[in-house]
Every structure is written in structure tokens, then in C-alpha cells.
């Protein structure tokens, strides 16, 4: 019996080595300038769980206390947290344990819709739907809207939020999550079909949601004086930033000069020009006291690109530190684009301009061509949809969907670069004392694989990868263009293997030096 194995006899650096396999931290080993890198921390939202890899460390953990204590930093590493009772319940509890906050580096906010005129409305709805067999369970959602009422009512959200942000001395990254479980999703089906007098009973809202979320994380991060340094809403309201500038202005200059990464997309086409006009002055006192941001995104509705300037957003600001830059569905100038890479041509590594189009009078080439010449270090350039806005217009004007010219909509690219599912974080979603959220349920559970065109498509993803069809070349120009006028640039609209060749033109800047006519 003696010479039976016992896991017990192994050391502990081979069991961290089995802790390491079984709950690999893929964000740990994207480099902050790699295209995938705002995708693993960020923009890349939650898949569906494995379950495997928490029931493992969990079931590691009850072992014995010596595996216990050694799984606490594999299990408490990332804390996803449900805006409910229950859900800020359990955050209560893991941050009262400092032996397990302590060990958190990552807190996702999970936040749902907002039942804006309370559970009556609600209830007669369904009283109204169920006549037209409409299976939803009017009780379900009655708890939901008293269970949002009693938080907002106690301020316990407030609470909790400052305690687990004051207990987690290790965090550095922040972000919040729209989140859409069947029940919302059947009842806003329902709303959808039903007709307006009867829709009109139910307020459903991610607006207000969004916004007090905003707001008090905000307030308890600053109350704690959190050593965060990383902020991402992949699915952010314009009004929230107005809220920001309206309830916290003192405070957001101090949030923003603690930022390395700031990821922001903002969801809502409504009066977007309007409203990001009105928090032109609030992005100023954030990117000016923003000095150590070393990646940076701010995109809008890929259907709706934003018809404002450039500076209106960015005020002309430098970052010294700057090594990823991305913005999404934008009309802009060439010379716009051209300042800003101008001004970071010495640290920028990676540059992403998906859903970009260009106004009338300007040409991609002249991009391409300064940042070929131009740019020191850059490594990488996305250009995912790219365009010409005149051309936009004509395809939304006969079209539901806008994509590449040249690829079928809803079919599947060539290119290795468009599939990026092996960079997918996983949330555990199982497990009753781990940090995350169980019966996890997001809006995007159900992506597809097409990253042009399906939900990933509007993830922010940063990599230089290039389709396999086209020729490519790492010793020689012979693949290369000779100059500007061989790019294929007819200022109208942009294919998709032509946008593509363009990638790779800006991927081997350093190796093949400058583009020149």
C-alpha cells in the first residue's frame, strides 16, 4: 500500500503547475499592443461557461485544507457579480473574507434592464399577453422589478460596492455588463409584438441601468481608493456619461488618471452626436488626466457611425504611453486619422479603425501612405469595414445589414483573422463559492462564429493577421504595390480582399520600410 501515489506527497509547485492547466488565465498572456488584447480583457464578452474548470478547482479546494488554501487565488481571481439581491448578497460575503478578496484582480458587474414603473404595469401586461397564450409567468417578472426597487430603496447596491471595492486590494480591472436573461429577452419579444397602447404599460430601460451602475462604481472606487487601472463598457449609454459629468465631476479627473486601458462603447444610435457633443468637455478632463492610458477604444453603433470630429472626442491630447489605439463607426476625414497617428507615431503599436468612413473629398490611400512612412513602431492595422460614408449611405438605404463589399452577407470570411474564439475569456458560472455569477446568462450567449458580420464583429479585436488567399511576403516587395496609385483606392468603396491587402500593407511597415509613389 505503501507504494500507491498520493497526491498529497506532490509539492505544492507541481500542484500550482495542475492549477495553472486546469484554470489557464488567458488574460494573462495577451501582450497590451497584440490586436487580441482589448478582446481578452474587454470586448470580448462572455461565452457560454465551462463549468468543468470550476467544478475542478472547486472540487480541488475540498480536498483538504492545504488544497483549499492553495485554489483560493485560482477561484477568486475574477468576481462577477448579478445587479440582484442575491447576487450582491454573495459579493457581501466574499469581500467579509479577506483571505479571498484579497487574491480578485478582475470584477464584472453584471446589470440588467430596469423596470422604470414598477411591477403593476408590468403584471397587467402579462394579465393582457396571457389571452394571446403567451407563456410568460407574470410572478417571475414581479420579483424582479421588487427585487431592483428594494436595492435602489436601501442604497444596499451602494453598500456592498464599497465594501468589495475596498476589499479587493488587488483589483485592476473594472467592467460592466449588460445583462439579459431569457425572461427579459422573452418579455421585450413580447413588447416588440405587441401593440403600443398595451406596450406602453411596461418601461423596460438599459439607460437608467447603465447610468446609477456607472455611477456608483464610480463613487465606491474612489471611496475605496482602488489601485484599478483598467475600465471597459463594451455596452455603455451615452447617458451615462452625462450623468458622469453631471453627478461626479470632481472625481472623474482622479478616476481617469489611475487608467492604463479605457474601453468605452457606447450602444445607443439615439441623438448620439447630440449627446456626445454635450460630453465633449467631460472626455477632455478625462483624456488630458488620463497620462498613463496605454490603450485606448471608444466606438459607436456599427449602423449609426458618429458624424462628429475627431478632436470633439480626443481634444488633441497626446499619450505618451500609447501602444493600442482603437476607434469604431466613425465618419471622418483622412487628415483627422492622419493627426492622431501623427501624434503617437513614436509609441503606437496597433491601430484599429473598424467601421470607419470616410467623407466625401478624402481617400483611404493617403492613410495608408502616412502611416507606411510615418509610423515607427506600428505593428498591426484593422480595418474591419472600412469605407467610403457616401457609399455607406447607398447600401443602408436598399439594405438591413451593411458588410464588406465582396463577401456575402452572413457568409464566412477566409481570413484566420476573423475567427478569434480561441481568445474567449470564460466566466465560471458554477459553484457555490467561487466569484462568479451562477446561472449565467448573457445577451451574446448565442454569437456566431462570423466575426464580420455576426455579434463577435463588433468585439474589439487586435491582431495582425491577414486572410490566407492573399500573398504575402516577409523577405522580398515583390507581393507589395509600388506606390499609392497601385493600392487600389478608387475613393468609392472599399472590397473585402482589397481592404484585407491594405491590413497586410500596414502590418509589414517595418519590415519593407516606406510606401512611396
Not at 402579462?126 to 397564450?133: C, D, G, T, V
Request: with cysteine.
Amino acid at each position: 500500500m505503501s507504494n500507491i501515489p498520493n497526491l498529497q506527497a506532490l509539492s505544492n509547485e507541481l500542484l500550482k503547475d495542475i492549477l495553472d492547466f486546469i484554470a489557464a488565465d488567458q488574460d494573462r498572456s495577451v501582450n497590451i499592443d497584440h490586436r487580441a488584447y482589448l478582446s481578452v480583457e474587454s470586448f470580448r464578452l462572455p461565452s457560454p461557461p465551462v463549468p468543468s474548470r470550476a467544478h475542478d478547482v472547486g472540487n480541488f479546494r475540498l480536498t483538504c485544507r492545504r488544497f483549499a488554501e492553495m485554489g483560493i487565488p485560482y477561484q477568486f481571481a475574477k468576481v462577477a457579480t448579478r445587479f440582484s439581491c442575491h447576487g450582491l448578497e454573495r459579493l457581501d460575503k466574499i469581500c467579509s473574507q479577506g483571505h479571498l478578496a484579497k487574491h480578485t484582480r478582475k470584477f464584472s458587474y453584471l446589470v440588467p434592464y430596469f423596470y422604470i414603473q414598477g411591477t403593476e404595469q408590468v403584471q397587467r401586461f402579462l394579465e393582457a399577453e396571457s389571452r394571446h397564450h403567451n407563456p410568460l409567468d407574470p410572478s417571475v417578472f414581479k420579483t424582479k422589478a421588487e427585487d431592483q426597487w428594494r436595492i435602489l430603496q436601501t442604497a444596499e447596491d451602494t453598500r456592498v460596492l464599497r465594501k468589495a471595492m475596498a476589499a479587493f486590494v488587488s483589483l485592476q480591472h473594472v467592467q460592466i455588463l449588460r445583462l439579459q436573461d431569457e425572461a427579459d429577452r422573452m418579455l421585450l419579444e413580447a413588447l416588440q409584438e405587441s401593440d403600443l397602447q398595451q406596450a406602453s404599460m411596461v418601461d423596460l430601460k438599459w439607460a437608467p441601468a447603465c447610468t446609477h451602475a456607472a455611477t456608483t462604481i464610480a463613487e465606491a472606487l474612489l471611496h475605496a481608493r482602488s489601485p484599478f487601472s483598467r475600465f471597459s463598457g463594451p455596452m455603455m449609454n451615452s447617458q451615462s456619461a452625462l450623468a458622469m459629468k453631471d453627478r461626479i465631476p470632481q472625481t472623474v479627473p482622479l478616476l481617469a488618471s489611475r487608467l492604463t486601458c479605457l474601453e468605452l462603447h457606447f450602444d445607443d444610435p439615439e441623438a448620439l452626436e447630440e449627446r456626445m457633443r454635450a460630453t465633449s468637455r467631460l472626455f477632455k478632463t478625462v483624456f488630458n488626466a488620463a497620462q498613463n492610458l496605454q490603450a485606448v477604444h471608444v466606438g459607436f453603433p456599427s449602423r449609426a457611425p458618429l458624424d462628429l470630429g475627431l478632436e470633439e472626442i480626443f481634444h488633441s491630447v497626446r499619450w505618451e504611453k500609447l501602444r493600442a489605439f482603437g476607434i469604431q463607426a466613425w465618419r471622418l476625414s483622412a487628415d483627422e486619422i492622419i493627426r492622431l497617428a501623427r501624434r503617437h507615431s513614436t509609441t503606437l503599436r496597433g491601430l484599429r479603425l473598424r467601421d470607419v468612413q470616410l467623407r466625401e473629398g478624402s481617400m483611404w490611400k493617403d492613410v495608408l501612405t502616412m502611416l507606411r512612412s510615418e509610423m515607427e513602431q506600428l505593428d498591426w492595422v484593422s480595418l474591419r469595414r472600412v469605407g467610403y460614408s457616401k457609399h455607406f449611405d447607398e447600401l443602408w438605404a436598399d439594405s438591413m445589414e451593411v458588410g464588406d463589399v465582396g463577401i456575402g452577407i452572413g457568409s464566412h470570411g477566409s481570413s484566420a483573422s476573423d475567427d478569434e474564439d480561441d481568445m474567449l475569456p470564460r466566466f465560471s458560472m458554477h459553484g457555490s463559492e467561487d466569484g462568479s455569477e451562477d446561472d449565467y446568462d448573457s445577451e451574446y450567449e448565442h454569437s456566431i462564429a462570423d466575426t464580420d458580420h455576426g455579434p463577435d464583429a463588433y468585439e474589439i479585436a487586435l491582431s495582425p493577421n491577414t486572410t490566407a488567399s492573399l500573398p504575402f511576403c516577409t523577405c522580398s516587395r515583390s507581393s507589395d504595390p509600388a506606390g499609392t496609385d497601385d493600392l487600389g483606392d478608387n475613393g468609392l468603396f472599399v472590397m473585402y480582399q482589397q481592404r484585407k491587402l491594405w491590413e497586410k500593407l500596414g502590418n509589414l511597415a517595418l519590415a519593407h520600410g516606406n510606401l512611396t509613389a
